[in-house]
């Protein structure tokens, strides 16, 4: 990408904010703005879970190459090269303050996509998750762990295409049994969210044509 500055990590002006349904969907400051005519997302790194109380945005660390964001933009650069799909990484920033950093990425932004959460209000085609379990298998076949795969962070396209995104703390990981707790994290993540809702029954029925669609891959 032409003009790659520090300044791009201080947008002038954003086009919008990653819409936030409910606590489960990320912590994340998402924004989305345009550079050199490309759409763009800025995420700020935030702390999850109890220490987001005190630590807020701030990671322990001192080397940049270590930091949150500079691993998730090496991984997903791998990814990317592999052909998987997977959000374009562009710029990470480390900004080191004592033994604390705080961290920034950059990614292209997929275009015309919708997160998995979204499109549960009502029921999707066989196919569409089919070919999502087809995606996930292509993912472990690459070896690739997700540390968060969960339905806000699968994006779908018009053409039933899925996206992985929100790499923090994923890695390249050997082995194989870490593969079906990774779906099961996904199983639970939708029975969640359909819970009480008038398509859970489209949603295990779903599930079980993403498993069809998982070993067909395989
Ligand atoms: N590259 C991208 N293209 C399009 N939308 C994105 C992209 N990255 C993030 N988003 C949107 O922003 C939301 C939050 O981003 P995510 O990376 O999951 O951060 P977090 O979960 O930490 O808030 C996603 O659920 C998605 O809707
Ligand atoms: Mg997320």
């Not at 954003?14 to 005519?37: C, I, K, L, N, S």
């Not at 819970?195 to 029925?205: H, L, R, T």
Request: aromatic share 12%.
């Amino acid at each position: 990408m032409p003009e790659l500055t520090a300044d791009l990590f201080q947008p002038r002006s954003f086009v919008g904010v990653a819409e936030v349904h409910g606590q489960e969907m990320g912590r994340g400051e998402v924004r989305f703005f345009t550079h050199a005519d490309q759409n763009l997302v800025l995420r700020h790194y935030r702390r999850g879970g109890f220490v987001r109380h005190f630590l807020a945005d701030r990671y322990l660390g001192l080397q940049a190459s270590a930091s949150r964001s500079f691993r998730e933009w090496f991984l997903l650069a791998d990814l990317y090269r592999q052909g998987l799909p997977v959000p374009r990484p562009v710029a990470a920033a480390f900004y080191p303050g004592g033994i604390f950093y705080r961290a920034d990425l950059i990614t292209c932004q997929l275009e015309n996509v919708q997160p998995l959460s979204t499109l549960l209000q009502s029921p999707l085609p066989d196919s569409t998750w089919r070919a999502l379990g087809g995606t996930l298998q292509q993912f472990h076949a690459a070896q690739v762990f997700h540390a968060d795969l969960n339905a806000h962070n699968i994006l779908l396209d018009r053409h039933q295409q899925a996206y992985l995104i929100d790499f923090d703390r994923g890695s390249i990981r050997k082995g194989q049994n870490w593969k079906q707790e990774n779906l099961r994290r996904l199983h639970r993540s939708l029975l969640k969210l359909s819970a009480s809702s008038p398509i859970a029954e489209d949603v295990e029925a779903g599930w079980q044509q993403l498993l069809t669609g998982y070993r067909q891959t395989d």
